[in-house]
């Protein structure tokens, strides 16, 4: 179980703005921290980790103190046993992936660990090359792999996957849940991907301005906003052409382009460039499976 | 036939300068990289000075501050027996102090252009500021080393203005490359200053040389 109370006052674009929360984690729980940029979600998770003091508050796992600013107690962060995987990899460049992982074992006789893991993240192919020869997708393996290594009871994931591209995201959100329950771990994870929220949290915490807004289920979180009977997608005007005596509205959705038709009162407001949002009540959706 | 004595304890002097002062400067580099003080930028300046100070106002005052007249030059000479002016051992502190920013400046900036998760990652492993340092941090500035190196080493063989302050050329101790080119000047043998300028010109170039081309080489292989 992990307890904290933690305040310190965030430099954002919009001037001071103190972040204050109070957690309490239960073990083996995988959170999902969700939020604005600039609310604060990656503060916590390096106060968490040691790597950030906060100005007051306390970090306590398994009766374990880690943090107590009352008392100035302040475990290092090479001390507390927590993994954390960073948006850019950090891989080191100057080690192979092998060598990566064997730098992080806290006793250099466990080597066998390493191969465990190794053969658990799909690495065998890749151990003996350097991280600057690899994907995007490979190196966020290989980063979580060395998190692994450490042995670590809390596992932190700063927005890991927001590089990847679809795909890659997919495979590495499964590793991360294999991670997740064949190690027991407790597991922190920033993400802005309501998605990956949904497949992989137990709770999601949303931050808004350094307060948590929500705190639950990502049904309950998500439910009022975004579960309806109505599609409801946001896009951006690419242009309006008069067609007799409707207009015919070009709104690019994503990476289509779809054609509204609206009367005159209705595109009068409108011009190129745009924010929009097209609804539609759908009665009937047919879901149907791509790709594999 | 020409006297190689200077040239020998030029490469000598620029061999032992070099050493200790990768050895000091690594970790004043690093201290400098990692803290952000109210005094840094004065450190930083007295750092710097030996690039901007004509070599004879340093000369002149490490003379007299190494002088067994007084203190503390008398106390090296009397509880230590050490005695820094007209000695090889003084060209070397001289040379130090007059290298350093050379061997400091493109270390510390080698440290300050890495990314901050890489030394971030290592902590979170487990691993000291010690290990971090010496496992992560410094492979991964190689060419800000070599620069530090070699720049120091190319430095110290061109001295002139602090060696003849504080070495006093004398043949054999303290009569570098640089001072014995001088001499021969003076002296009007045009053809041994030429051979004793050649050498250092040759050493020097190719040095250099070196450096551009292995940190090319290093540009090329890795991208963070």
């Known amino acids: 179980m992990i307890s904290l109370q933690l305040y310190k006052t965030l430099n954002t674009a919009d001037g001071d703005l103190p972040l204050d929360v109070n957690l309490t984690i239960k073990n083996g729980e995988f959170i999902t921290i969700e939020g604005p940029s600039g609310a604060g979600k990656t503060t916590i998770l390096r106060m968490i980790s040691g790597l950030l003091k906060p100005e007051k508050g306390h970090i306590k796992v398994d009766d374990v103190l880690w943090t107590d600013t009352e008392s100035g107690y302040y475990l290092p962060p090479q001390k507390r046993k927590a993994g954390f995987v960073f948006q850019d990899y950090s891989l080191f460049p100057n080690m192979t992936i092998e060598q990566n992982l064997v730098y992080a074992l806290e006793d250099k006789h466990d080597a066998d660990y390493v191969k465990e893991v190794i053969e658990i993240m799909e690495l065998e192919a890749l151990k003996a090359r350097y991280p600057q020869t690899l994907s995007g997708g490979q190196k966020q393996r290989a980063a979580l792999a060395r998190a692994i290594v450490r042995k670590p009871e809390l596992l932190l994931l700063d927005e890991p996957l927001s590089a990847l591209d679809a795909e890659m995201r997919l495979k590495l959100q499964d590793y991360i849940l294999k991670v997740h329950r064949k190690f027991k771990l407790t597991t922190i994870l920033v993400s802005h991907s309501i998605s990956e929220i949904f497949k992989m949290s137990d709770r999601v915490i949303r931050l808004n301005k350094g307060k948590i807004i929500h705190d639950g289920s990502a049904t309950n979180v998500y439910a009022k906003k975004y579960i309806s009977g109505k599609f409801r997608f946001t896009g951006e005007v690419l242009s309006i052409e008069k067609d007799d005596v409707v207009y015919i509205v070009n709104v690019l959705v994503g990476n289509n382009i779809i054609k509204v038709i609206e009367t005159d009162n209705h595109t009068a407001p409108l011009k190129a460039g745009d924010k929009v949002m097209i609804v539609s009540k759908a009665f009937n959706p047919l879901i149907i499976k791509i790709g594999d | ?224």
């Open chain 2, 1 to 224: 036939m020409i006297d190689l004595q200077p040239i020998i304890l030029s490469l000598e002097l620029a061999v032992t300068t070099t050493v200790l002062l990768f050895l000091a400067g690594v970790p004043l580099a690093y201290w400098l990289s990692e803290n952000n003080f109210k005094f840094k930028p004065v450190i930083s300046a007295i750092v710097s000075l030996p690039l901007v100070l004509p070599p004879t106002v340093l000369g002149f005052y490490l003379l007299v501050t190494f002088s067994p007249a007084h203190f503390p030059g008398n106390v090296l000479q009397e509880v230590f027996n050490v005695r820094l002016i007209f000695s090889f051992g003084g060209l070397i502190v001289a040379s130090m102090i007059y290298s350093l920013p050379f061997m400091v400046n493109p270390i510390q900036s080698g440290l300050e252009s890495l990314p901050l998760t890489l030394k971030e990652a290592s902590y979170t492993l487990g691993k000291s500021k010690f290990r971090t340092l010496v496992s992560v941090l410094l492979p991964n500035i190689k060419p800000a080393l070599l620069t530090g190196i070699v720049l120091s080493f190319a430095h110290t063989i061109g001295e002139f203005g602090v060696v003849l302050m504080i070495g006093g050329n004398i043949p054999g101790k303290t009569r570098v490359a640089s001072l014995a080119i001088y001499d021969e000047v003076e002296a009007l043998n045009y053809h041994n200053a030429n051979i004793y300028a050649l050498v250092l010109f040759v050493i020097t170039f190719l040095i250099l040389l070196s450096v551009h081309i292995v940190n090319n080489k290093f540009l090329k292989s890795v991208r963070f």
